[in-house]
């Protein structure tokens, strides 16, 4: 089913597609099992798009996964249009999300918290279908992030689903107490779901933010990436895309399958980092 749950700055149309019926109207998935994946947050990510278009016919049309599934493959249309990061008023919208939103932010985030329409859109999507699980595609980091101690187990299960020659690409971070995550990326999805948001019943959502790789082979994360990791990738995708898809997009398939199957389990009623 592909449903439309709210408008860009420009007008265009963000579209979720899901296997089971959304009209708009509350309907929180209490069972753990329902899953979020999306693409297009920075409107010049474009892998992100294709591998979760790809994914939709895949995998929910065809039917394939069973547990509630839910993608919104293009949260950013104009970004996307323009070929831009930033929505159709220059605003980032992973900062413009309502938890340690912070006008000093290193991006722009707008006048205010979800000041952005299409930040609006999603944000009343999480709060009204309460999915257990989000994960969120960008380029390109070459990480898989969990945000809040709730996020680590389901994180670690993706990590896990990979070889170990294919988890070469990649880092793995999850939560440590030591961190204060205020500072980092203030006002992102993964500030608000993984740090900020419970469910009126007391749960948390498990947040990963899935960075993609900046090249399409397999060979070790460094440390320190490349200042220019994403102007490589970014030239990588306009001129081999193909090949992009072919090093990328078989890990991270499975990986989003993991993440459907994968039962958040995390303790309801837990209190959550401040
Ligand atoms: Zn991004």
């Known amino acids: 089913m592909r449903n439309i749950i709210g408008n860009s700055i420009d007008g265009r149309e963000i579209f979720l597609h899901s296997n089971f019926p959304y009209h708009g109207v509350p309907g929180p998935d209490e069972t753990g099992t329902g899953t979020l994946l999306i693409g ?3 409107g010049d990510e474009r892998a992100t798009v294709s ?5 939709i016919v895949s995998h929910l049309d065809s039917g394939t996964v069973r547990t509630p599934l839910a993608v919104l493959p293009l949260h950013n249309p104009d970004g996307y249009a323009a070929d831009s990061r930033y929505n159709g008023r220059g605003v980032d919208l992973n900062r413009n999300f309502p938890h340690h939103w912070s006008r000093d932010s290193d991006e722009p985030p707008g006048i205010g918290p979800l000041s952005e329409p299409e930040t609006r859109a999603i944000h009343a999507y999480i709060l009204s279908r309460r999915p257990a699980k989000i994960i969120s595609l960008h380029w390109a980091l070459a990480e898989i992030d969990a945000d809040g101690p709730q996020s680590t187990a389901l ?5 896990e689903t990979l070889s170990p020659e294919e988890r070469k690409p990649y880092r793995l971070r999850v939560h440590r107490p030591e961190v204060m995550p205020a500072g980092i990326c203030p006002g992102s999805m993964g500030q608000w779901c ?4 419970v469910y009126p019943d007391g749960s948390r959502p498990a947040m990963v933010t899935l960075e993609l790789p900046y090249h399409a082979h397999i060979r070790d994360r460094p440390e320190r990436l490349p200042e220019d990791h994403l102007d490589r990738v970014r030239e990588l ?4 895309p193909q090949a992009y898809l072919a090093g990328v997009e078989g890990p991270v398939v499975r990986m989003l399958e993991t993440a459907c199957r994968f039962p958040n ?3 309801h009623h837990s209190p959550g980092p401040g």
């Open 237 to 240: 995708w306009r001129t081999r």
């Open 265 to 267: 389990a995390w303790p």
């Open 155 to 159: 994180a670690v299960k993706m990590w």
């Open 40 to 42: 297009g947050t920075h």
């Open 194 to 197: 993984g740090n900020g948001l």
């Open 51 to 55: 591998i979760l278009e790809n994914f």
